[in-house]
C-alpha cells in the first residue's frame, strides 16, 4: 500500500510538471526572437500561436487540428500527455478574424494550463487581471477581458463558434452579459472579433468557466527585462539538478524517506534473527 501511495503521488506529479508552462518558457516568441517558437512548431506543425493571460501561469503554445479531441491528451510537442494542450476550436480561423474563437485548455489543480480562469469568478481578482496577449501570423495582439461566465457544456449558443449572422452576433453578446458572473464596462460590438477561454469546472453538472476579451490593437505584453545568467562555477551538483529535484512536493520526500526507513528496519529485523540449531543425532 506504502509503494503504491508513493506511486500515485509520483504519477500526480508527473502530469502536473508536463502541464507547467515554464517548460515552453524557452519557446515563447518575441518581438525580437521568433527562432525558439519556429523550432516549436518544427517538432509540431499544429502549433500556430502563443496565449498568455498576463500576470497569471497561463502562458502557453496554442495548437489546432481538423477535430477537437486529439488535444485532450496529447502535449504542443505532438506527444501523448494527460495534460493535453491548449487548442483553438477546429471550426474557428487561425487568423482569428472569426466574431468568436473559442479556446479549450484542461481545469487542473497548481494553476496549470486554464486551472486559473476559476480565479476569475473573484470579482478583485478578475478586476486586477484585465489583460491577454496573442501571438499569431508573426506579430502579438491584445486582449482586454470584459466577462467570466460560467455556464454548462451544453450551452449552444456560447459555444457556437465563428457566428456569421449579425442578428446572432449581437443576441450572442447579450447572452454573455446576462450570464456574467463578474463583469467590466467595455463596448463590445458584432463587429469586434471575441476571445473565449473556455474549462471545464465542478461547480455545476458539466460546468465551463467562459472567460471573454476582444482582441485589439495594442501590446499588453510587459518590457522583456533580461535575467543575468549566474554561472556555476563549484563542482558537484548544479543548479539544474538542484531544481529537478526541489520540483517534487516535500510530503513525496516523507513518504519516499518514511518507507526506506521502515525498508532497512524489516531488513535488519530478518537478517537478525539466529538460524534454528541443528539437533544432534
Not at 518590457?223 to 539544474?240: F, L, S
Amino acid at each position: 500500500m506504502l509503494l503504491i501511495g508513493v506511486y500515485s503521488l509520483w504519477d500526480s506529479q508527473q502530469v502536473y510538471n508536463a502541464a507547467d508552462s515554464n517548460n515552453y518558457v524557452a519557446f515563447r516568441p518575441t518581438v525580437d526572437d521568433t527562432v525558439s517558437f519556429e523550432e516549436l512548431r518544427a517538432v509540431n506543425p499544429e502549433v500556430f500561436a502563443w496565449l498568455t493571460v498576463i500576470d497569471t501561469p497561463i502562458d502557453y503554445p496554442m495548437t489546432q487540428t481538423t477535430n477537437n479531441d486529439k488535444y485532450i491528451n496529447t502535449n504542443a510537442e505532438g506527444a501523448y500527455a494527460l495534460s493535453g494542450a491548449i487548442f483553438l476550436d477546429y471550426r474557428n480561423s487561425p487568423d482569428f478574424d472569426d466574431f468568436n474563437s473559442i479556446i479549450y485548455g484542461h481545469h487542473m489543480e497548481k494553476k496549470m494550463m486554464f486551472g486559473a480562469l476559476s480565479d476569475f469568478a473573484e470579482a478583485s481578482y478578475f478586476d486586477a487581471h484585465p489583460y491577454g496577449n496573442l501571438y499569431y501570423n508573426g506579430s502579438d495582439h491584445g486582449i482586454d477581458f470584459f466577462a467570466l461566465v460560467l455556464t454548462s457544456a451544453y450551452d449552444h449558443l456560447l459555444f457556437s463558434p465563428a457566428i456569421a449572422d449579425g442578428d446572432r452576433r449581437q443576441e450572442y453578446i447579450d447572452e454573455i452579459y446576462a450570464k456574467a458572473v463578474c463583469r467590466r464596462d467595455l463596448p463590445v460590438t458584432a463587429e469586434d472579433q471575441i476571445i473565449v477561454l473556455s474549462t471545464c469546472t465542478s461547480a455545476i453538472t458539466n460546468g465551463r468557466y467562459l472567460l471573454f476579451g476582444k482582441l485589439c490593437d495594442e501590446n499588453h505584453l510587459p518590457p522583456v527585462v533580461e535575467k543575468p545568467v549566474v554561472i556555476n562555477r563549484g563542482k558537484g551538483v548544479d543548479a539544474k539538478q538542484l531544481n529537478q529535484f526541489a520540483q517534487y512536493p516535500v510530503g513525496l520526500w516523507i513518504v519516499v524517506i518514511v518507507f526506506l526507513i521502515l525498508l532497512l528496519i524489516a531488513i535488519r529485523v530478518l537478517t537478525s534473527r539466529k538460524r534454528p540449531k541443528r539437533k544432534k543425532n
